[in-house]
């Protein structure tokens, strides 16, 4: 689907979490989940819950962080392996990669901080694996 097809708020929640603006990323993709009542409604509840795990981990927010990706997971895992342009299998091994240490941490109150390295990106590409050109 090119880009114009998308809604605005799913492209500029993109960008923001690109940016990592996780906090503004979760307000676009938001507005636009709290408007929407089709089949992705679950999907966008996935993306809002990523971007604040990421928030959480990057404030320090370790228990807050963690209970949020396995939430995300749980959302975005039944689309998998693409929707609205996210390789989804890609997206989850990165966010997999990015928060390693939190999930293998047995510790009540862990002191982890985020690897700037290791946050992941959304790029829309189509099932075929092709980049989806830019607005």
């Known amino acids: 689907m090119p880009p114009a097809d998308y809604d605005p708020r799913y492209l500029r929640g993109i960008e923001l979490f690109n940016e990592c603006d ?17 089949p992705s409604r679950k999907f966008y509840q996935g993306l809002i819950q990523a971007a604040v795990a990421l928030h959480h981990f990057g404030n320090g927010n370790i228990r807050g962080a963690k209970k ?16 609205e342009g996210i390789d989804l299998d890609k997206f989850l091994n ?4 990015c928060f390693a240490e939190i999930i293998d941490s047995t ?6 901080e985020i690897d700037p390295d290791s946050i992941p990106e959304i790029h ?3 099932s075929d694996g092709g980049t989806v050109p830019a607005p």
Do not use: C, N, V
Not at 69 to 75: A, C, I, K, N, V
């Open 94 to 97: 990165q966010m997999r990669g």
């Open 22 to 38: 996780f906090f503004e990323s979760h307000e676009a993709w938001e507005d636009l989940w709290k408007d929407y009542q089709g």
């Open 107 to 112: 510790e009540e109150f862990p002191t982890i």
């Open 124 to 126: 829309l590409e189509g």
């Open 68 to 83: 949020l990706y396995f939430g995300s997971l749980g959302y975005l895992a039944p689309y998998k392996p693409w929707h």
